[in-house]
């Protein structure tokens, strides 16, 4: 067992400006997929993107996250918040992000720079597929460093307790006065470990040898569904909103779904058209 070090979430403050650790991750998860992906258009000369067209998709990325991640945190998790108060919208200080929805802003953003350049979609997205798991584990990181998305209760020895001044809500079904929480599965870092490290490695060796095109972003898709629906079973439900159905439907889990079954459908249909078309090249 553990017990949850003290991390100021704001690592540096000038005068009224507060930087904050999950910024600083966000940060470094851009830095890291524009470092990889130069270096691995480098490796494969044959890729239809320059080096300079892909720091220019890079800027629509960066927008697709931020915009998306925030757009669907709010649709996804705070809509009776954005009824309340339509303007919750923009205050972004406020904090929360949507992986789904920022997967979604990237979409967009992916076919437009691809409409404007005349490229084809599955190539700039079996691209950034591998690129993206560091990012995703930075920002398990970062909520971490936040203290927020813990796991339910464990007996489990790596559980952590944290101190119920900072997150009473962890110490609700606890005696009054009482210091620190039971121990927690900390499943930012399991999230960390799995979307981050454990992704990145699996989509690294898939592309260490050439495979159709789709491929690559139906892997992707498919096994961050399994590991984000996986966690989700030991993750507290979010405050706001609870268990959506059976007492275990959790809104991550629910959003996981389309994704596989989308990640699915492009997988199996990026190697038969690729059986398809390898036959016809014979036959013809």
Same mark, same amino acid.
């Given at each position: +067992?553990?017990?949850?070090?003290?991390?100021?979430?704001?690592?540096?403050?000038?005068?009224?400006?507060?930087?904050?650790?999950?910024?600083?991750?966000?940060?470094?998860?851009?830095?890291?997929?524009?470092?990889?992906?130069?270096?691995?258009?480098?490796?494969?000369?044959?890729?239809?993107?320059?080096?300079?067209?892909?720091?220019?998709?890079?800027?629509?990325?960066?927008?697709?996250?931020?915009?998306?991640?925030?757009?669907?945190?709010?649709?996804?998790?705070?809509?009776a918040g954005l009824l309340r108060d339509p303007l919750y919208l923009l205050?972004?200080?406020?904090?929360? +992000?949507?992986?789904?929805?920022?997967?979604?802003?990237?979409?967009?953003?992916?076919?437009?720079?691809?409409?404007?350049?005349?490229?084809?979609?599955?190539?700039?997205?079996?691209?950034?597929?591998?690129?993206?798991?560091?990012?995703?584990?930075?920002?398990?990181?970062?909520?971490?460093?936040?203290?927020?998305?813990?796991?339910?209760?464990?007996? +489990?020895?790596?559980?952590?307790?944290?101190?119920?001044?900072?997150?009473?809500?962890?110490?609700?079904?606890?005696?009054?006065?009482?210091?620190?929480? @039971?121990?927690?599965?900390?499943? @930012?870092?399991?999230?960390?470990?799995?979307?981050?490290?454990?992704?990145?490695?699996?989509?690294?060796?898939?592309?260490?040898?050439? @495979?159709?095109? +789709?491929?690559?972003?139906?892997?992707?898709?498919?096994?961050?569904?399994?590991?984000?629906?996986?966690?989700?079973?030991?993750?507290?439900?979010?405050?706001?909103?609870?268990?959506?159905?059976?007492?275990?439907?959790?809104?991550? @889990?629910?959003?996981?779904?389309?994704?596989?079954?989308?990640?699915?459908?492009?997988?199996?249909?990026?190697?038969?058209?690729?059986?398809?078309?390898?036959?016809?090249?014979?036959?013809?």
């Open positions: +067992m553990f017990y949850y070090p003290y991390i100021d979430p704001i690592a540096l403050s000038i005068g009224p400006i507060h930087i904050r650790w999950y910024g600083i991750m966000y940060l470094l998860g851009f830095l890291s997929t524009w470092w990889l992906g130069r270096k691995r258009l480098r490796q494969f000369r044959s890729s239809l993107i320059t080096i300079n067209q892909f720091d220019d998709f890079l800027f629509y990325g960066i927008l697709g996250v931020i915009i998306g991640g925030r757009i669907g945190y709010v649709i996804f998790y705070q809509t205050r972004i200080w406020e904090g929360g +992000m949507s992986f789904h929805g920022g997967l979604l802003g990237v979409l967009i953003a992916t076919k437009i720079f691809t409409r404007r350049h005349h490229l084809p979609l599955f190539h700039i997205t079996d691209l950034i597929a591998p690129l993206t798991p560091i990012g995703l584990g930075l920002g398990r990181i970062g909520n971490f460093i936040n203290g927020e998305l813990w796991g339910q209760p464990t007996t +489990m020895p790596w559980g952590i307790r944290v101190p119920c001044n900072r997150f009473p809500a962890q110490c609700d079904d606890l005696m009054p006065n009482a210091l620190w929480s @039971q121990p927690l599965h900390p499943s @930012q870092l399991y999230e960390a470990t799995l979307e981050g490290i454990g992704l990145f490695l699996l989509l690294r060796w898939f592309t260490s040898k050439p @495979q159709p095109e +789709m491929a690559t972003s139906g892997l992707f898709l498919i096994a961050y569904a399994l590991a984000r629906g996986c966690i989700e079973i030991i993750r507290q439900p979010d405050v706001q909103l609870g268990y959506l159905a059976y007492g275990w439907l959790t809104m991550g @889990q629910l959003l996981t779904i389309p994704m596989f079954i989308g990640g699915l459908t492009i997988f199996i249909t990026a190697y038969l058209r690729n059986s398809l078309t390898r036959r016809y090249k014979i036959d013809y």
